[in-house]
């Protein structure tokens, strides 16, 4: 006895098939009435078939809908929090900065501040209207024109 596919061959059943074959498929007996596949309600309701249609679509996306208990996914979730918790300590344990570091950090904050402004300004004044910016100019030419008088 030889083994193909983890199932053993017997040497007086090969080239035979195991289960018996129905005579209708030799289509010499055309008066029979030839059975035909039931229809399934279920599958043929068109409630059933959007539903696959949906659930095919979310598998193909990855977003197969999660079948875990609640528990689950609670001890899930404080495990993941728990890591991440470990990750940052360890991250500060390496970062523990001097006074030094710590004064570079807050200038470089700051100037980040003032550049943030800077940006602020001046998309402010490029969204402004030009009679805004020309009034705002006459304005300067005056004060400056009244100074000068001011000063002779």
Known sequence: MTTVFRYPVFPHLQGRSVMAEPDYLEGDCDELIK????????????????????????QKRGLAPQNKPELQKVLEKRKREQVLKAQKEEQEAHKKRS???IELMKRQQKLEQLELEQQKNEEEQENTPEFVKMKSNLRRTKQEADSEERAT
């Open 35 to 58: 059975p035909k596949k039931l229809i399934n309600p279920v599958k043929n309701s068109r409630n059933h078939q959007d539903l696959h249609r949906e659930l095919l679509m979310n």
């Open 99 to 101: 006074d030094l570091e």
